[in-house]
């Protein structure tokens, strides 16, 4: 019965506003960043942008440091799916895929958001799966009110994942063993929350309820992936591209929202 009345920490209408000034630096910065992810750009660049963005901002960027992590954002280009650690040898083609997430800590509250963007020109498919990952989030987060449960949420974005493969006309896989999680005053709190799974279980989402929600989906349907000598960068075990795509959401009496808005 203990299990049954677990609940996902609720922020007060105060807090969310400050989660979501955190959040808007966050946007601001994505944006800044593809902005110069040209061909020629390595994701050092990417980084610096990021980080100067969310300093002059007042903010402080929230992954520099974290357990280690050296950057200020996580750019993760074709085959690497997340934690792709910033390089001066990683250099921009056209035709990339890249992911950028980016965490901003502001008055004590972070913000927390990523997406993908081609360098140029997508190839065919690859425009789809990331078309499809971003329709998967923005249909997943429809579940994230309150008296729903966690695992809502993970079964919207699982079977918004089976819709978009009809939708797009793309075979989808959706990563194994990564997912979104809660979020406020530092950027991991509990629950996890799986992108896949049976509904109805787990704590009750309630008014004030936020999570990170962040569909990871890899072309082709591989779901396996593998982590490189560096601890961080994750890689798709067949080589295929993924796409990534994530929204800081809290759960209000009027529906979602999204407190890391990019206009």
């Not at 250099?91 to 901003?104: N, R, T």
């Not at 994230?144 to 966690?150: A, D, H, S, T, V």
């Amino acid at each position: 019965m203990a299990f049954r009345k677990r609940k996902i920490a609720a922020k007060t209408p105060a807090e969310l506003d400050a989660m979501e000034a955190a959040g808007r630096i966050v946007g601001i910065a994505l944006q800044e960043v593809r902005a110069v992810a040209r061909p020629g750009a390595t994701t050092l660049d990417l980084d610096k942008v990021a980080e100067t963005v969310i300093r002059d901002h007042g903010a402080v960027p929230t992954f520099l440091g974290y357990n280690g992590f050296p950057g200020s954002i996580c750019a993760s280009v074709n085959e690497v799916v997340v934690h792709g650690i910033p390089s001066q040898s990683v250099v921009l083609q056209e035709g990339d895929l890249v992911s950028v997430d980016c965490g901003a800590t502001f008055e004590g509250w972070v913000g927390d958001s990523a997406w993908s963007f081609g360098v140029g020109e997508l190839a065919a498919d690859v425009e789809k799966l990331n078309r499809a990952t971003e329709w998967v989030l923005l249909e997943g987060l429809k579940a994230m009110i309150p008296g729903n449960k966690l695992t809502d949420v993970s079964y919207a974005l699982e079977t918004a994942t089976y819709a978009a493969e009809e939708r797009f006309g793309v075979e989808l896989g959706i990563l194994d063993g990564y997912g979104g999680h809660g979020i406020g005053r530092t950027m991991h709190e509990d629950p996890y929350l799986a992108n896949e799974g049976r509904p109805n279980r787990g704590p009750l989402i309630q008014e004030g309820s936020v999570l990170a929600i962040e569909p990871m989906l890899i072309l082709g349907g591989e779901t396996d992936s593998q982590v490189l000598a560096d601890d961080w960068t994750v890689v798709t075990a067949d080589g295929s591209p993924a796409s990534h795509w994530e929204h800081t959401v809290a759960a209000t009496a009027d529906g979602p929202r999204i407190l890391t808005p990019r206009q």
